[in-house]
């Protein structure tokens, strides 16, 4: 019997087990990213339109958020299956949720401090979109290790796979 793996098996998904640290990084990076395209979209859209940058960013953040959860849990952590209710999806909405609350706040913070400004329109966007961003940034790396140890810390084994060494 052969000790080395395959590169088939190196992200260990095929044999039941998580993908290592840098590769669920890189993957939850990438999903990330994604969400954050949809969000930004979302953002643009809706400050272009009128809407408040609470509302535009708590709307935004929420269009991001759902295909990362989908995307991130199946792509990045490997899991599988329905998703237990205390085990993974409320430890994901906290998580999650303090995440929006941070980016919301700064954007909010950023618009009220903008309006004395009297910035127009497509600049303010800008400044908004900048510091919507900057709150996905500083937070992402947190959220990475907080989802990882605290919401998809448990290995999925399928029947028949071998436990990690």
């Known amino acids: 019997m052969s000790t080395a793996t395959t590169a088939a098996e190196e992200p260990s998904m095929a044999s039941g087990r998580r993908p290592r640290l840098l590769v669920r ?3 939850a990076a990438t999903s990330s990213a994604l969400a954050t395209g949809i969000s930004q979209v979302s953002l643009i859209g809706l ?3 009128g809407a408040t940058p609470m509302v535009a960013s708590a709307v935004a953040f929420v269009a991001g958020a759902i295909p990362n959860y989908f995307l ?3 792509w990045a952590w490997g899991r599988r299956g329905t998703p237990t209710v205390t085990g993974e999806l409320l430890p994901y909405l906290l998580v999650i949720g303090l995440t929006g609350l941070a980016s919301v706040g700064l954007t909010t ?4 401090l903008t309006e004395p400004l009297d910035l127009s329109g497509f600049v303010r966007i800008v400044v908004l979109d900048a510091v919507f961003l900057t709150g ?3 937070v992402f790396i947190m959220k990475f290790a907080l989802l990882d140890r ?3 810390h448990r290995e999925e084994r399928t029947r028949g796979s071998k436990s990690p060494t």
């Open 25 to 27: 990084l890189f993957r």
């Open 72 to 74: 991130a849990r199946r």
């Open 136 to 138: 996905y940034a500083i």
């Open 47 to 49: 400050l272009w339109w």
């Open 109 to 112: 913070l950023a618009g009220r």
């Open 150 to 152: 605290l919401v998809f």
